[in-house]
């Protein structure tokens, strides 16, 4: 079993940057891709960035240029740098990891529990 931590969200005005973290935690387990998700009020869960292993990256178009993920193996964690943020970047932020743990036998997503970033005046 891996269990995901997030944290660094919370209340930014227009303009404005932050960074979210995610931490990967278990026993003898192995991530493969990392992704950061979002859910606005109302609206259906959205893929923001993805990183592999290696660390090749992948953006939505929204946050082209504007959200860089990253990630650092050594500390199974995974960032979100978020400049320019605009009020309709305001959701809840998951961290999602596929993992494979010692004990399993096939590869297996797993979920954080979320952390609220919004974006107002």
């Known amino acids: 079993q891996v269990q995901l931590v997030e944290s660094g969200g919370g209340l930014v005005q227009p303009g404005g940057s932050m960074r979210l973290s995610c931490v990967a935690s278990?026993?003898?387990?192995?991530?493969?891709?990392m992704s950061w998700y979002r859910q606005a009020p109302g609206k259906q869960r959205e893929l923001v960035a993805g990183i592999t292993r290696d660390g090749t990256p992948n953006y939505e178009d929204s946050v082209k240029g504007r959200f860089a993920i990253s990630r650092d193996n050594a500390k199974n964690t995974a960032y979100l740098q978020m400049n320019s943020l605009k009020p309709e970047d305001t959701a809840v932020y998951y961290c999602?990891?596929?993992?494979?743990?010692?004990?399993?036998?096939?590869?297996?997503?797993?979920w954080g529990q979320g952390t609220q970033v919004t974006v107002s005046s």
């Open positions: 278990g026993r003898a387990f192995v991530i493969d891709n």
């Open positions: 999602k990891c596929n993992a494979i743990s010692s004990t399993a036998i096939d590869w297996t997503d797993y």
